[in-house]
T-cell receptor
Framework: GQQLNQSPQSMFIQEGEDVSMNCTSSSIFNTWLWYKQDPGEGPVLLIA?????ELTSNGRLTAQFGITRKDSFLNISASIPSDVGIYFC??????????????FGQGTILTVHP | NAGVTQTPKFQVLKTGQSMTLQCAQD?????MYWYRQDPGMGLRLIYYSASEGTTDKGEVPNGYNVSRLNKREFSLRLESAAPSQTSVYFC????????????FGPGTRLTVL
């Protein structure tokens, strides 16, 4: 099936540092989504991207839809302890049908030390 | 709005027992999805329903059945639970076409002994 490679798998950072993570696909996507999952909870949508080259911000979070349409990046600036969690990318294959089936990356586990 | 709700939140089964996981959404979405989440595997699609009255297999459908009861509700049934089905199960809903955002419930944590 469709594969998304998400990296890094985990990050340990100090409060105040910036964070970058990315996802790459073997095929062209027409949608990229970024989710955050807190322990014991369901994933929550952070940012949605629909156009190649699109750069979208949500507070301290910024995500970009890669020009090649095969990758996406998420940056978190000035991290705080509540940023801790698992971050997932998800994408919709450009060849897919309209029911919105997504493929998910394996997640980046973020730990922030105060 | 409650968004996507799931019941139960936790469940322990013995091998061979059956159970149904319930999911409901109040966002008037056409599409609904069931995923399982295992450590290091991300989210894998079990079944989905593009619209009321239709269901289709996802990536890992074996051992599961689903019912799209109406536009709001989408249930997942394990007929004969196996230890390999120990996982966290998430229901999600989204629009049928255009925007592909999916919104998730809080999950059901299932252990099969």
């Amino acid at each position: 099936g469709q594969q998304l490679n998400q990296s890094p798998q985990s990050m340990f950072i100090q409060e105040g540092e910036d964070v970058s993570m990315n996802c790459t696909s073997s095929s062209i996507f027409n949608t990229w989504l970024w989710y955050k999952q807190d322990p014991g909870e369901g994933p929550v949508l952070l940012i949605a991207l629909y156009k190649a080259g699109e750069l979208t911000s949500n507070g301290r979070l910024t995500a970009q839809f890669g020009i090649t349409r095969k990758d996406s990046f998420l940056n978190i600036s000035a991290s705080i302890p509540s940023d801790v969690g698992i971050y997932f990318c998800a994408g919709r294959d450009a060849g897919g049908t309209s029911y919105g089936k997504l493929t998910f990356g394996q997640g980046t586990i973020l730990t922030v030390h105060p | 709005n409650a968004g996507v709700t799931q019941t139960p939140k936790f469940q322990v089964l013995k091998t061979g027992q059956s159970m149904t996981l319930q999911c409901a959404q109040d966002m008037n979405h056409n599409s609904m999805y069931w995923y399982r989440q295992d450590p290091g595997m991300g989210l894998r699609l079990i079944y989905y329903s593009a619209s009321e009255g239709t269901t289709d297999k996802g990536e890992v459908p074996n051992g599961y059945n689903v019912s799209r009861l109406n536009k709001r509700e989408f249930s997942l049934r394990l007929e004969s639970a196996a230890p390999s089905q120990t996982s966290v199960y998430f229901c999600a809903s989204g629009r049928l076409a255009g925007l592909n955002e999916q919104f998730f419930g809080p999950g059901t944590r299932l252990t099969v002994l």
